[in-house]
């Protein structure tokens, strides 16, 4: 017990950031506790400001570290840890010196000594029994009701919850269960001290684990940056590509359109030319009014209007498809899914498990085992054994649990104090180095049967180890196991003898 309390004292007394008793205990106003001196030193190293180390978001700029209150709690357990004598009492005698000795007769005093000698010296006082001040008897209180008589109150009644004397006990308390004020005191401490040790180590681990989840969060938000950067980044750089591609494009294909349309506009010009020409010639000729010479020039108008109709027949008149980007349309819903783009919270899930659970015909007993469940599993474990308190049986065999698991079903217990002694049976088994697929197929179809027959089956002492783990030591209900004509040996029988010790 000395040394289970000496470890409960160790971790409260010991600076974190040191390893050493605390020297000049300094309370942040976080609570967490440092040594001065190492509260100086984070301050130097951190440019002047001191941060929590605990990673709680405290601050504290550095001027004003001398303003932070010592932890008196800490620094008087502390004393007392380091000074176990510092309560020794004064001289009853003279009050002012320690006492060193302690007179078991008569006086029943405390005295140095120096005034042990001067009264113990002469008289009848030279034989009262001396003892060392430490070793004085614990004061026992005596009896209300019998404060005439030396009755001391050293028995606990149980039914009552209340000390007695001898006197009480014999009859005022004469039925009830009791046992002596000593043991009691000394079962109380026992069960106090492994309280508080259960707090503490549950604070512990969830103040470890919330270490751990600030460096998950950080790694995480890390790592999801990295994934924008690089995920918007490759975007706008495909985004950036297209525009140059696509702007290219489209002012290749007018600079070929319009030189298509200008060399026709250059042939089409020249014959509008030739048009003017012989439209003037025309006008010349009928302006002189004289026949011959529109006659003269009947042939070669002729022959114009001819050649330029076949001209113009090959000049065909110029047609044009509109050009567009209709997959920029799709762009709009591209960026209404980027704008819904968000941080969102990955919810875990396992619907199969809480089938499983809500479907279990008998409440007492869960059998989970050979399921694969995690950690995360095992908070829906929690939150059903929370729930249904008549449980009071829990397999976990062959599972991947971990400490963060087993620390979830150790916080439902404290509502579900039936499955204490069971939740201790939780095994989590590694898997065996040897594997045979097609026997673990079979154990799995017959994990829950009272009758098993596996003869014939070749199997081998390695495969007894399979057996022993994934059938024997999970399914509780079986009766019957069949293993003739295989070629099991002395060390396969002993695989199956260990499991049977818990499965009977």
């Known amino acids: 017990m000395v040394s289970n309390l000496t470890a409960l004292v160790e971790n409260v007394i010991t600076c974190p950031i040191c390893l050493k008793h605390f020297d000049q205990p300094r309370m942040l106003p976080c609570s967490h506790t440092f040594c001065f001196q190492c509260i100086q030193q984070m301050v130097t190293d951190n440019h002047g400001v001191l941060e929590c180390p605990k990673r709680d978001g405290v601050k504290v700029e550095g001027n004003n570290i001398g303003d932070l209150p010592l932890n008196e709690t800490v620094r008087g357990l502390l004393q007392l840890f380091e000074n176990p004598n510092s309560n020794i009492p004064l001289c009853d005698r003279c009050g ?29 006082y030279q034989h009262h029994k001396k003892l060392s001040v430490k070793d004085k ?26 000390e007695m004397c001898g006197n009480c006990q014999q009859f005022k308390h004469k039925d009830h ?34 270490d751990k989840m600030l460096t998950e969060i950080e790694e995480e938000s890390r790592v999801n940056q990295s994934e924008v950067t ?14 140059r591609v696509l702007l290219e494009s489209v002012r290749n294909t007018e600079k070929d359109e319009k030189k298509k349309v200008e060399d026709y506009k250059r042939k089409l010009q020249g014959e509008q030319q030739n048009l003017i020409e012989q439209i003037l010639k025309f006008v010349v000729v009928c302006h002189d009014k004289n026949p011959k010479k529109l006659l003269d020039a009947k042939k070669p108008f002729e022959d114009y209007i001819k050649a330029t109709d076949t001209k113009l027949l090959e000049l065909k008149p110029l047609t044009r498809t509109e050009k567009g980007l209709p997959g920029l349309k799709a762009l709009k819903d591209m960026e209404t899914q980027i704008r819904n783009i968000t941080l969102e919270t990955l919810k875990y899930d396992n619907e199969k498990l809480r089938q499983l659970i809500a479907c279990i015909p008998d409440k007492s007993t869960y059998n989970l085992s050979n399921l694969k469940l995690t950690d995360l599993d095992m908070e ?31 916080d439902a217990l404290r509502t579900n104090t039936k499955m204490e002694p069971q939740i201790r049976k939780i095994n989590v088994t590694p898997p065996p180095i040897y594997s045979n697929p097609q026997l673990t197929e079979l154990i799995t179809n ?25 059938l024997l030591q999970v399914n509780q209900t079986l009766t019957l196991l069949g293993l003739d004509t295989n070629q099991i040996g002395d ?12 499965n009977k």
């Open 96 to 124: 002012t010196n320690e006492a060193e000795h302690w007179c078991d007769s008569d006086c029943k005093h405390c005295f140095c000594t120096k005034c042990w000698d001067s009264i113990h010296e002469v008289g009848q």
């Open 380 to 410: 829906i474990v929690a939150k059903e054994l929370e729930i249904n308190t008549s449980l009071t049986k829990l397999r976990l065999f062959m599972n991947q649990i971990s400490d963060i698991g087993a620390q979830h079903l150790a």
């Open 230 to 243: 690089t995920a918007i980044g490759s975007l706008r750089q495909l985004i950036d590509e297209r525009e």
């Open 446 to 470: 017959n994990v829950n049967s009272t009758s098993v027959n596996f003869s014939s089956k070749n199997l081998t002492d390695q495969d007894m180890e399979i057996v022993a783990n994934e």
């Open 137 to 162: 008897p614990l004061e026992v209180p005596r009896c209300g009701e019998h404060n005439d008589e030396d009755q001391t109150l050293k028995y606990w009644c149980e039914l009552c919850s209340k």
């Open 491 to 502: 060390s396969g029988a002993q695989y199956l003898g260990e499991a049977l010790k818990t």
């Open 177 to 210: 269960k009791f046992v002596l004020v000593t043991e009691y005191v000394k079962s109380l401490g026992e069960k106090t001290e492994n309280g508080l040790q259960g707090v503490q180590s549950c604070v512990n681990y969830r103040s470890d684990r919330v």
